[in-house]
């Protein structure tokens, strides 16, 4: 079983910046990607940015060049580097990891960005 503990949602103002940190821990094998999703008020659970076991990250358009993801390899930890918020990036935001041939999710946490 693999657990997952993010940090670092919070209140900012738009233009801020926060940064998300997500660390893994339990039975952990070969960790094939890590990645954040955000859900907002009525909407689907959608892909934020995904960073893969070679280092090769992808970004949602609405995200690229503010946001950055990063991974510790040592401390199984994935962080999210978040720019230039805007209030359309308010959502809570899950930590993903795919490891052993299984998906698993963090609970989430809040960002609110004020306008």
């Known amino acids: 079983q693999v657990q997952l503990v993010e940090s670092g949602g919070g209140l900012v103002q738009a233009g801020g910046s926060l940064r998300l940190s997500c660390a893994a821990s339990g039975t952990i094998f070969s960790i094939s990607a890590m990645g954040w999703y955000r859900q907002a008020p009525g909407k689907q659970r959608d892909l934020v940015a995904v960073?893969?076991?070679?280092?090769?990250?992808n970004y949602a358009d609405s995200v690229k060049g503010r946001f950055t993801i990063s991974r510790d390899n040592a401390k199984n930890t994935v962080y999210l580097q978040m720019n230039s918020l805007k209030p359309e990036d308010t959502a809570v935001y899950y930590c993903?990891?795919?490891?052993?041939?299984?998906?698993?999710w963090g609970k989430g946490t809040l960002v609110t960005v004020s306008s």
């Open positions: 960073i893969i076991s070679g280092g090769s990250t």
């Open positions: 993903n990891i795919i490891t052993g041939g299984k998906t698993y």
